[in-house]
T-cell receptor, first 117, second 111 residues
Framework: DAGVTQSPTHLIKTRGQQVTLRCSPK?????VSWYQQALGQGPQFIFQ???????QRGNFPDRFSGHQFPNYSSELNVNALLLGDSALYLC????????????????FGDGTRLSIL | LAKTTQPISMDSYEGQEVNITCSHN???????ITWYQQFPSQGPRFIIQ???TKVTNEVASLFIPADRKSSTLSLPRVSLSDTAVYYC????????????FGKGTRLHILP
């Protein structure tokens, strides 16, 4: 049973460019959440997708956008990259309405390390 | 949202029991307490969750006093491989509940 998979594992971009990160949820999960984790910090919630719609959003600018496909996989897009966008981007999957606090906690992938030069 | 406070870092030795305490003074009636573990360059991994009293699984125990304003994650007989960051989260699983990780506790196990 495959867990959460993310691609690519590493990515290098320059300021002003755009990037797309991809996530496949754990089998049986229908909800995908994205987090940004800067070095030495805890993960920061970006947004959550369910039924191909954004359901919750953290304190991130509109440069961060996402998409969920009918097979529940998801993409995170970041436009006009800034140096401060350098981070580990984590994807987590769960069953809708359960979230990280319920008896069915989120399952995380190992992330995409994004470096902005 | 209930905010959590944890020690920034802790050191311990192999074979010892480690207790990490998390303060959550504003915990709400419907809130659960959940702990995650994260190794470098990996995503967080669920360890344990509880609502009140004590919960134990194959990895850890979670102690929650009656007032629920704090909780203690207990790791029995730690090994070097338990060196990681441990996060305490508090929330009720409501779909509208913002998902917040703090900075966590960096646990360093020494030989």
């Amino acid at each position: 049973d495959a867990g959460v998979t993310q691609s690519p594992t590493h990515l290098i971009k320059t300021r002003g460019q755009q990037v797309t990160l991809r996530c496949s949820p754990k089998s049986g999960h229908d909800t995908v959440s994205w987090y940004q984790q800067a070095l030495g910090q805890g993960p920061q919630f970006i947004f959550q997708y369910y039924e191909e719609e954004e359901r919750q959003r953290g304190n991130f600018p509109d440069r961060f956008s996402g998409h969920q496909f009918p097979n529940y996989s998801s993409e995170l897009n970041v436009n006009a990259l800034l140096l401060g966008d350098s981070a580990l981007y984590l994807c987590a999957s769960s069953l809708y309405g359960t979230g990280p606090y319920s008896n069915q906690p989120q399952h995380f992938g190992d992330g995409t390390r994004l470096s902005i030069l | 949202l209930a905010k959590t406070t944890q020690p920034i870092s802790m050191d311990s030795y192999e074979g010892q029991e480690v207790n990490i305490t998390c303060s959550h003074n504003n915990i709400a009636t419907n809130d659960y307490i959940t702990w995650y573990q994260q190794f470098p360059s990996q995503g967080p991994r669920f360890i344990i969750q509880g609502y009140k009293t004590k919960v134990t699984n194959e990895v850890a125990s979670l102690f929650i006093p009656a007032d629920r304003k704090s909780s203690t994650l207990s790791l029995p007989r730690v090994s070097l491989s338990d060196t990681a960051v441990y996060y305490c989260l508090v929330g009720d699983g409501n779909r509208d509940d913002k998902i917040i990780f703090g900075k966590g506790t960096r646990l360093h196990i020494l030989p």
